[in-house]
């Protein structure tokens, strides 16, 4: 069936952009909870734009090995901005080699996959 006008779809290109049921969390507080829109963040992504963050578009080392296990280098990690908080908060989009997609709503306490990636 057709979307209502200017609903955005839920997946593109294989990518979840809205993920239900997520809390936000930074530093252990729960800032917000219910449903998470990716998508501005995937199009800025996508159009080679960075949010203004030293980490935005970095290597994602993997150090809590939460993710499957694959050289340094071969993820990135891009900022997701939290609203109402200062900085860049606690979400995070993680990017593999192989164009698979995770989504950390705590700063890498949790990730959820977004395509067809292996759950962590």
Do not use: K
């Not at 998508?39 to 994602?60: C, H, K, M, Q, Y």
């Amino acid at each position: 069936p057709p979307r209502p006008a200017g609903e955005r779809p839920s997946l593109v290109d294989g990518v979840r952009r809205v993920v239900e049921g997520v809390s936000v969390r930074a530093d252990g507080v729960v800032e917000r909870q219910g449903s998470v829109d990716l998508g501005e963040t995937l199009d800025r992504i996508a159009r080679g734009e960075r949010f203004p963050s030293r980490n935005d578009g970095a290597v994602f080392q993997n150090r809590e090995r939460r993710l499957p296990a694959h050289p340094s280098g071969y993820y990135r990690e891009y900022v997701h901005p939290t609203p109402g908080m200062r900085g860049p908060g606690p979400q995070r989009l993680i990017r593999g080699e192989r164009g698979e997609w995770y989504y950390t709503p705590d700063h890498y306490g949790t990730f959820i996959p977004l395509n067809g990636a292996r759950a962590p």
